[in-house]
Each structure stands twice: as structure tokens, then as C-alpha cells.
């Protein structure tokens, strides 16, 4: 596995080692031991899946605050996405900024998140699969939405009129939304 700093102090694209032949290919998709060998000591305890029918489909941007905030290891395991992190930990150098990172089924890269972010995403093809794995499992009371298209995030989702969930289109903006974190190094 190969691990390519983002500008997001923490965010890493990862790319697994994939072996092919005239059978197709094979590649672990995850380590412990190679995340590890990263810099990833994240203990994940739950794995998550989701289907997405059409492209322009946006969901996020979703966390959960402490103490059951979310490290993620997102991969794309069908079709294509536009997956977005939003640095919300105060005190970071690149607080209120974001990434924008293509995962597909053919490129097979991931990107791991630390907490303190906010992730979301937009399919860029029809019938999208994606996985990812938390470091701490899903509790509905800390669970938290921030607006997709907050005016002091600015994240270019590249889609006029996205597919949304209602939870998602009625999410406050970041300043209203009580999500807090604060930047440890």
C-alpha cells in the first residue's frame, strides 16, 4: 500500500497494491499491519455500505461528535464518486478547508479520514457502491448533518441539482449546527 498526503493534515489517499493477469486482479484491501506502517492506528469496528442509483447523487456532510466522533476509510467499490473531507477542527492550519478525492471501482484508491472532519460525497456515475470502515460505531444521538452547500465551507460538488436525502437537504449550516472539534497534534 502506498499512502499520498492531501493538504488536509491527516487526510490520506491510499492505494492498494493491485495484482492483475488474464484472470483480473487481487489486492487486500486492508491491512491492520499496512495501514499501521502508514501511520493509520485506527482500531475499526464497523464496516458500512451504501448504494447510490444515480449519478449526482450527494450525501453528506455527516460526523458524529465526540466521544463517538469517526475516523473513516472510504473506498469506492462500484462506479465512481467525488468523495469530499472538510477540516472543522479549530485550531488546525487548514481549518474550513476541504478536498475533493476520485475513488472508483477502477481506481480502486482509498481515503482515510481522521475525526474532525466532515465527509460527504457526490457519484459521478450511476449504480455506485461504496464501503467504509469507522473506528467507532454508529450512535444516533451523536450523529450530525451540516448544510452541503454552506456558503463558509464552499465545497464544489460539480452537480446543478443534486439527489438528496431530505435529512440532508434540511442540515443547518456549520455554525449552526453545534458540531465542534478542536485540532490535536
Not at 466522533?69 to 479549530?90: E, M, N, Y
Not at 472508483?104 to 482509498?110: A, E, L, R, T, Y
Not at 458540531?179 to 497534534?185: A, C, D, K, L, M
Request: with cysteine.
Amino acid at each position: 500500500m502506498k499512502a499520498t498526503k492531501t493538504k488536509l493534515d491527516g487526510v490520506l489517499i491510499i492505494e492498494p497494491q493491485v495484482f492483475g493477469d488474464n484472470r483480473g486482479w487481487f489486492y487486500e484491501s486492508y491491512s491492520r499491519k499496512k495501514l499501521e506502517a502508514l501511520g493509520i492506528a485506527a482500531d475499526f469496528v464497523q464496516d458500512n455500505r451504501s448504494f447510490s442509483a444515480e449519478a449526482g447523487t450527494v450525501r453528506g456532510l455527516h460526523c458524529q461528535l465526540e466521544p463517538m466522533a469517526q475516523a473513516k476509510l472510504v473506498t469506492c467499490t462500484k462506479g465512481a464518486i467525488k468523495d469530499v473531507a472538510v477540516d472543522i477542527r479549530k485550531g488546525s492550519p487548514t481549518y474550513m478547508q476541504w478536498i475533493g478525492v476520485e475513488l472508483s471501482g477502477q481506481n480502486k484508491h482509498m481515503l482515510f479520514l481522521p475525526k474532525g472532519f466532515l465527509h460527504g460525497f457526490v457519484t459521478l456515475t450511476p449504480d455506485v457502491e461504496i464501503l467504509y470502515k469507522v473506528d467507532e460505531y454508529y450512535s444516533p444521538e451523536h450523529d450530525r448533518s451540516v448544510k452541503f452547500n454552506d456558503p463558509a465551507i464552499g465545497v464544489d460538488w460539480g452537480v446543478e441539482a443534486p439527489i438528496m436525502s431530505d435529512k440532508d437537504l434540511s442540515a443547518p449550516l456549520l455554525a449552526d449546527s453545534g458540531v465542534e472539534f478542536t485540532y490535536q497534534r
